[in-house]
């Protein structure tokens, strides 16, 4: 039975998505070797470094990410960037087919004045900071004012607007970053604003995250009546499912308003960001609505406005995204996920996605070539097997059990380095 070698390009769900359709592909006329690179020492892709860390039962995914890690036609390479320590020829070369998993890491910008201001920050560096990504630990987050505001329409907005908000001893039994516990705990924010440029209709959040929102046990969370209920006019007697089923979920918050926290997030439609003011550092934010313009005092504002791909030499990219068709890229290169739709889609979408893009592989894949293997290339680079990998969620593990945490994140390369050394001679 022929064996096709596969290489995956980023170990993120859409990776692992792919990995896992390989493997339900397979039957009695081929099986696929699998392995797959990753430029941190950590696999689970934004699975680790994006997921709010007061949402652990999202998390739960990676348990179907280990399943596949552990099959014997899998290998792990982490710690390995492709562009850099290999370069995507290399794969092209040595491998059957090479899959794309790359994700979109690099927040987009407003193109406004003030935005390179300090206090003017993307979700894409302060996600990352909070959720311990080794790049951004040292990232500068001043908490020092009362106000926040987040510009964003989308899940992100309001994952960045809730940790922000939350009472940080709430954050105390998650996996957040010590250092942004404690910087929450001395932040001085008590009211944060998510400012969306357009109507309650066409905001991008999904409703089971707004219909979580109440539940925050101290926060209020403040939308206006009004505005809700002009949205369900403007789209009539047959909105959209989803549109439906937000306006619902933000009508009910906002009738059943609590004032009774000190802490407070409100959502302000109809707010299009125009300027970004200060000296050295951000002192409010100008906006544009329909009664003309307005100016929200804050230290801190944070972007989340989507993302774009990082462009990897050898890969063609276009608009923030891979170039492809269907998921084909050229040669024998695919791509899945985020690098191939642009940064939208929950977890879950990423596994139809990927099974679709490897149905068209299977279906181009001829005789496999006998190459050689890509280990011979990396002896000189530290690679983080699957064993290395599970020997740093051991210690990560280990460390958070006396804290009540489900795991106490590494925050530097050294020290996720550290966890794995055993494992290296
Ligand atoms: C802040 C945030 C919160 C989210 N919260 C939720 C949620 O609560 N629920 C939900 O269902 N979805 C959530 N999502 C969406 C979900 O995370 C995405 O659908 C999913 O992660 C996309 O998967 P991906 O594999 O395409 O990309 P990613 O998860 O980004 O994975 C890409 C991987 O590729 C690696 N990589 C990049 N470049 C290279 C290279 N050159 N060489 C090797 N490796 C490389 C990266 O390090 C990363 O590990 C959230 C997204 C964000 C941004």
Known sequence: MPTYKVAIVGAGPAGYFAAQALNNSADNDRSFAIDMFERLPTPWGLVRSGVAPDHPKIKTVSKVFEKIATGENFRLFANVEIGKDLSVEQLQDRYDAVIIATGTSLGKNLGIIGENLRGSLSAASFVPWYNAHPEFSGVDVPMDSDTAVVIGGGNVAMDVARMLALEPKELDPTDTADHAIEAFKKSAIR????????GAEHAAFTSPELRDLPKLEHTNVIINEDEINAAIARVGDSPEKDVKSNLDAMLHIAQNQKTEHDRTIEFLFFHTPKEIQGNNQVEGVVFSTPNGEVTIKSGLVVTAIGYNAIDIPGIPFENGKVVNSDGRVNGNMYVVGWAKRGPSGVIGTNKSDAAAVIELLNQDLSEPKNKNDIAELLKDKKVVTQKDWEAINAAEIAA???????????????QLMAHAEIYFF
């Open 191 to 198: 009211k944060v604003y998510i400012a969306i440029r357009r």
């Open 400 to 414: 958070g059990e006396p804290l009540s945490k489900p795991r106490r994140k590494g925050i530097t390369w050294d």
